[in-house]
């Protein structure tokens, strides 16, 4: 981030973006052409994804169950689109059963889905979705926004139509951009749109002018961000990206022992746990604002708490990237081990 900053139209920049998509491709597992980095955090991605795809009117259906399935379902309805919503509660998982029950009834133009709901700790099977979804002519969204980097996604075998996510989790990157991918079959719907999309800024035809072709100005692109989404990258293709999911898997699988270990239970049942982003209950008792305030100030660890219904009841421990090692998992371990017990007991 500290090389010299070139112009938004300068050949370099786009020498950047290209190696950028190229890497990207790699990590989401996908083919697809179209493949972009959009000029703003997570968020954005999600507002690209509903904005371009999701047409006012639209049928919407948003399985949900955190807060980030929630998010989606509130900017499908700043839309305009008729959101329908399948709801369970915080922390568990759709079947494929569940959803061709709901998508059937309902028949949705479009369906969105979290694939890694950072709220609760959860990973959603994608086909349990996609394949109710197409076999209804449904395009499918995804928010991949836990998941990129540090899971197997696979869009092309999963077939998830359009998937946005962020920098700055499984890629070990700054926050700031948003990489998203859409799908052959997305880019025609698309291109039939009949409206424009309501955003200017994150309307993927005008993005699609900038970055590919004449190079069109658009906006100014955050250039230091791409630097370093590019040396991100480089760094996962160095590990080898298989190897990298291969270690996050390896490292959550000991991280739950030793959290077993020392007494506590995980939130999610075994099989629907997101490797990079663990969700441990906080024992009976326990003040879960001083353990974190005292694992913070006297070790220089954050982890984060629940929030919504799940507030006070869990921690949320990332386990991704530099973090994924076994050096790291020690000194977590051990500062967290301390911390349980220097904390006062709730009232």
């Known amino acids: 981030m500290t090389a010299p900053i070139v112009g938004h139209l300068d050949p370099f920049f786009f020498e950047v973006v290209e190696a950028v998509h190229r890497d990207l491709r790699t990590v989401y597992g996908t083919a697809n052409p ?96 996609t394949r109710p979804a197409h076999a209804a002519g449904a395009m499918v969204i995804a ?49 039939a749109r009949k409206t424009d999309p309501p955003i200017w800024y994150l309307d993927l035809k005008l993005i699609t002018d900038y970055y590919e072709g004449q190079h069109r100005y658009h906006h100014t692109a955050p250039i230091t961000m791409f630097y370093a989404l590019r040396e991100g990258l480089a760094a996962i293709r160095d590990e080898g990206v298989e190897q990298r999911f291969a270690r996050h898997q390896r490292w959550h699988v000991e991280f739950v022992q030793r959290m077993r270990a020392m007494g506590l239970e995980m939130y999610v049942a075994e099989g629907n746990r997101i490797p990079t982003l663990n969700t441990v209950r906080v024992p009976e008792g326990v003040n879960d604002v001083r353990v974190r305030k005292l694992l913070l100030e006297e070790h220089g660890i954050e982890i984060s708490g629940g929030f919504g219904p799940l507030a006070g009841k869990i921690f949320r421990i990332g386990l991704m990237g530099p973090l994924a090692t076994k050096d790291n998992l020690d000194f977590f371990c051990e500062a967290l081990e301390k911390c349980l017990a220097g904390a006062p007991a709730v009232a």
């Open 34 to 129: 179209f493949v972009f980095a959009i000029s703003g955090t997570g968020s954005a991605g999600m507002e690209t994804a509903v904005s371009n795809f999701v047409e006012p009117g639209a049928k919407f259906a948003v399985f949900t169950a955190g807060f980030f399935g929630d998010r989606i379902a509130e900017m499908g309805r700043r839309h305009g689109a008729r959101v329908v919503r399948c709801e369970k509660p915080w922390g568990e998982t759709f079947s494929e059963a569940e959803a061709a029950e709901f998508i059937d009834r309902e028949r949705p133009q479009v369906v969105a889905f979290v694939h890694a709901e950072t709220s609760t700790g959860v990973l959603q099977n994608p086909e349990w979705i």
């Open 143 to 191: 928010d991949c926004v836990t998941s990129l980097g540090g899971i197997p996604i696979r869009i092309d075998a999963s077939g998830i139509d359009v998937a946005f996510s962020c920098t700055q989790k499984g890629l070990s990157c700054p926050p700031g951009l948003s990489p998203l991918t859409a799908s052959p079959r997305a880019i025609e719907w698309l291109r």
